[in-house]
Every structure is written in structure tokens, then in C-alpha cells.
């Protein structure tokens, strides 16, 4: 008997009658005649088949032998069970179950008054199950989902910890609840109208027209939802959010589609809102905005889909650090093998591979230059990862397109066409199609050890091959985006904003499936993102975009990490400093000295 264990079930994935029940004819205790893995009809009877039908299989977690075991995990030809082995630490009762063998929520986190708490983990780890339950739409069931405990006996639970008090307000009724979806993108399917009748529908507190100056989305005050961009749609999602007269906020992501000057701004105004007394709760994924924005930090861990354990607060610094290093220390917990690590000095510039273009100065502008692009001549190398930054709608694609031959420049001449495989922005992959079809429809490689070691699982495909591209979720739609751009045969493969929707650990192991691919096969990556943590440590050097959006842009030519990482913030006027103990970069407060004494030396990020 493994009581520190436990068994999920994917009911989407458990199809008996396509199995035999595999994992039940070879289970080791049911061999010896006990009942570990039964159907759902045999354990509950006829009236009570909990979720899923009764022919789905249910699993004793008392007489399961746990994950050493894990026979049942490797028969069963669907992926539908998981067995782990809870860490010994964890002590506690569960905070919920959403039912027999399914996911196992641990902790909660505790929105303060006046403060914005932060949760940093992966995507499946139970962020928005803790969500519903701060937000009463799911009251927790301590894991006695067969006789589920009332409020007195949750509120005993949590007698004592930061929580008590919130969740005693949530008893009486008296918490109301703003928040800010993940997927933006979604919007449109809900609501049909332009961005004013949006705003104006929820605009509690009369403070619309400051938030769209703030957020700058004057110009799409009079269009239709469904015409917005992501970056647009994400400005007016938070602007709908903020503008609501709440107790407790909590924003999914802030950041995807947003530029960096963009991300500063939304973290500032939540920042606002919060010292009126309100609580706010952001889950976030940039590590540098997570830093600048939250007061407290939850580190969620555990293992997605199967269990998830929100840690007590941590001081934001600490929590991140800690999340960097693989090891929680009040936890006693290591969650990654190896630390993730910044180098604080500039890397070499020189030493690099030959020449893949040479181009020469040119000028793009469109229509009666409404927007007009000048780019400095430049050279791009073989064999690197080119790093671009700049906001949105300054040039970044039409640079692109001018290499790829695809646009005539107005000045300039050039005839080197190169063959560009593209990520774009914003994914739309929604063809009724499988993942493995899809991906196999673009390689041949499809499937051989190589594709597999490289591309399929540092973007951790496996799990999703068999789903359709319409059932994914934006961080799986784009891990299989970033996996089609690298699979094609191209000169060059141009990347825009492979982080959005990805989680710290799915950022870092597409960072490395890039770096890797470009080194292993002699390619070159271009790509634009504008989390700094990712383009620090994806790039070998970095081209830098400026100007005003949408009228004027500026692109500079290729530079070492230094000059570029300077030219780029000083542009923004953001400075960082570099944590004492991990060597993180941290954005400095405007104006302090640390800030002054930086932009003096012109050092913005290798100080
Ligand atoms: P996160 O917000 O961290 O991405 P979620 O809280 O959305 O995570 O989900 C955590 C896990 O809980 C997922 O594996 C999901 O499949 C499972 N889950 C969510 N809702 C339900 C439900 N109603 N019934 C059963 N399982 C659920
Ligand atoms: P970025 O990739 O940096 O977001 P783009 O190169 O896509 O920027 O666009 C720069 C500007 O040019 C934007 O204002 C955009 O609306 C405008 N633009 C892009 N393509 C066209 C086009 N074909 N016709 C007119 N304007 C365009
Ligand atoms: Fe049976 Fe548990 Fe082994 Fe699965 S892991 S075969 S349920 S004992």
C-alpha cells in the first residue's frame, strides 16, 4: 500500500472499449484478486458513477503500489493514467479534488489588501482551480469529494494562515471578483460590439477614458472587437478588468502581445489599483515584469495535470530566485534538476560563422508613407540566433519580408532572396486536423530519432500528437507553431514571439530546441520576443527597432549583446541590476541610484 500516492485518470483518454483493460488484467494487486483497478459501475454500483461512464476505470489509491510500480501507465495505449508519487513533504489535506482520480489541488494562494500577489509556475498546475475557489465557484472540498466537508470545517483547515481572513469574507458573500482571462484571443466569440461598448459596459469605477490614454487604444476605441489585434485585444481586456469596482482581481497573463513599454505600463497600473486597497493576483510567466509587479510571490509546483502545490507567500525576489535555482527552500524541494542562468557579462561578439547576407541600406514605406521604415545596411551570420526587439508595428515584419524577397524595397537594391520559414505572432493553426498529421505533413523527418530528440520533445509533444490542432491551448498551439517553423527546410527561420502562452520551463526548453537546431544543423534563427529573460538567453546578438509605432521606424544593424541591449533600453529609459546572489537581471526603480548611476555610465544591462 502507497497511501503518498496518487492516480489520475484522463476520462478524454480512457476508451475501454478500444483496450481490453490492459492495465487492470496486469495490475499487480488485481492479479492477486483485489480490486485496485475496477470499472466505475463495479466500484460505485448503478446510481453513482461519479465523472465519466461507468465502463471508465477507477482506481484505488489504497491498494495501488505507486509510481515504482507503473504498470498500468505503460499499458494503456491512450497516455490516460498517471501515477506519482506525492513528495514525502507534502503534508497536508489536498485543498481540492474535482473527483475520484482526478487532479489534486495543494494550498492556496492569499490575495492582501493593498498588495499584488504573484503566482509563478507552469501551465496544468492548478492557478485557475485556486482561482475559482478564491472567487467562490467552486468551494473546496478538502479532497472529500464522496462526503464533501462544509465551510466551518474548510475555515478550520485554514484557521491561522494568511488566508483565514479572506476566506471568512468569502463565507459571508462579501468578496466581489474582477478578472482578466488567459486566452484574449477568445474575446471576440463572447462579445459582439466595439471596444467602447466593451468598456462601457463594465466601467464600475468612471475611470475608462484615463485607462485607454494609459493603455494608448484610442485608436481602436470605435472598432469591432473581432477586428483587434492580440496586442490590442490584451490592452482592452486589461483596460475591462481594471475599470470594475472590485475587492479581488486576478489577471491570467498580462503580458502575452504586449511590448515591453507596454508590459511597464500594465504593471504600473495594476500597482495603482492595488494601493486603493484592492487585492490583486497576477499570474505571470515574464519573470523581469513578475519581479517589478508583485509584492508576494506563490510558487505553484507539482506535476501538471496530476497534482499542483501552492507554496506560502515568499518575498517576490526570493521566490523567483528560488524558481530559477530548481529548489524551494522552505519546501524542501527540488523541482528541477539544474538551475536556469544568465551570464552577467556580455558574451563574445566575435568568432562566428561566415557571412549568410550581406543587405545595404533601404527604405520601405506603405501607401502615402503613413508608415515608413529605414533600415541601416547590415549582415546577418550563419549559425546564429539574431535576437530583435523594438514594439510592435515599428517594421519588424516588413524588415522580413524585404528579406525574404517578398517586398521591394523604395531605396536600396536587393536581390538575395532567401527562403524564410515564419512563426508569426499570433498562431492560428485551426485546421481539423492531428498534431502528428499536421507536423508529419510538413517533414519527412517526421517521427526519426533526431526529429524526436530535437524538436518533438524539448517542445514536449509527445503528450499532444494525437489531439486536433482545434482542441489545443495556446501554449500547445504554440509549441507545435514553433515546431513547424523549425521543421522546415529554410534559409532562415524567423520566430515572432515564441514565448506568448508558454510557461518558464516551456520558454527555456524552446529557447534550447532553437539554440540547438541552429548549432546542430547550421541555421540561422531570427527571433523577436519581448520577454528580456528569453532574448537573453536566446541570443548571439541583437538587432534593435525604434522609432514612433505606426509612422516611423528605425532598424539598426546587428550588434553584440552589449551595444544592443543598451541601445534597446536606453530607448525604453529602463535600467537593470543584477540580483546579488543568482547574477539576475532586475529592473531598476526609475530613479533610484542605482538607476542614475547606470544611465551615467550608459550600462542599462551588463552592469
Ligand atoms: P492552470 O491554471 O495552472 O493551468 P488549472 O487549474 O486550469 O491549471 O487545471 C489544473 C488541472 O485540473 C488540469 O489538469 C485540468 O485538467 C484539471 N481540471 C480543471 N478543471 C477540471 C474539472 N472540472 N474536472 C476535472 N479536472 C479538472
Ligand atoms: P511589426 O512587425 O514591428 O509589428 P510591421 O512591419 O508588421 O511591424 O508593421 C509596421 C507598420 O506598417 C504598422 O503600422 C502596420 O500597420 C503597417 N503595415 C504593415 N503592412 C502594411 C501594408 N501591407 N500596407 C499598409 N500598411 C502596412
Ligand atoms: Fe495497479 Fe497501481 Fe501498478 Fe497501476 S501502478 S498497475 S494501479 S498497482
Redesign the pocket.
Known sequence: MADDSIAVVDLDRCQPDRCNYECANFCPPNRTGEECIVTREERHGDDEYY?GGPDQISISEELCLGETCGICVEKCPFDAIEIINLPQELDEVPTHR??EN??ALYGLPAPQEGRVTGIL?P???????AVHILADEITPNLGRFEDEPNWEEVLAEYRGTALQEYLEDLQDGDVTVARKPQYVDKIPDTFDGKTSELLAGVDERGVADELVERLEIEAVIDQPIDTLSGGELQRVALAATLVRDADFYFLDEITPYLDIGQRVTAARLIQQLSADDRSMLVVEHDLAVLDLLADALHV?YGE??VF?VITPPKSTKGGINEYLHGYLENENMRIRPGAIEFEEHAPRTEGYGDTLVEYPAMTKSYGDGEFSLEIDAGEIRQNEVLGIVGPNGIGKSTFAKLLAGRLEPDEGSFDATLDISYKPQYVEIDQPMRVDAFLSSITDDFGSSYWTTEIANPLQLERIMEQNLSDLSGGERQRVAIAACLSKEADLYLLDEPSAHLDVEQRVLATRAIRRYTENHDKTAMVIDHDIYMIDLLSDRLQVFEGTPAERGHAGRPMGMREGMNTFLANLDVTFRRDERTGRPRINKPGSQKDRQQKNAGEYYYA
Open positions: 465523472a474535482y473527483g482526478s487532479f509556475g501551465n496544468g498546475i492548478g492557478k485557475t482551480t505553484a501538471p495535470g499542483g
